[in-house]
């Protein structure tokens, strides 16, 4: 199921380049889990054992869900559950404003994928091997390129 998450993730927004942290939970130790993400090309971090604050946004996430939802609901099945735990996620992600950006998650995002999508092009197209001279066996790689590009500005 994890695996099948990053796929569609990746199909949408690639995550070649991306890190992913993520705790030591056995989902993400597996390792399908790990070689799914060498191949895609994505790094994988690991928190340390006992510290939450090490992933604080997704701790603050589950903190806001416990006391919205959790917390001040019964659920009487399974289904009542997750019905009400994915319309609180669609108010939070779609109406809720952001105390500190004064604007939805979806505004936020919207706003700012044109940067990301553009960093991914600028990285493919350093990332394809140009020749630097007529000697063939002087090319350079994207790494290079990278960081030559990064110390320039």
Known sequence: MLINAFRRINQTYGIKGVT???DNGSQFIANNVKQYLRAAEANQEFTHIATPEENSYIEAFHGIV???????FEFDSF???KHTIAA????YDNRRLHRG???????????????????RERIAEIGKTEKLSGNTDN???TNSTYFVQLIRG
Request: no cysteine.
């Open 20 to 22: 992913i942290r993520n």
């Open 101 to 119: 950006i004064q604007m939805t998650p979806k505004e936020k995002w919207e706003q700012n994928i044109h940067l990301t999508i553009q960093k």
């Open 79 to 81: 289904y009542h559950a």
């Open 88 to 91: 609180h996620r669609n108010w």
């Open 66 to 72: 416990q006391r919205e939802v959790i917390d001040r």
């Open 139 to 141: 090319y350079y790689t």
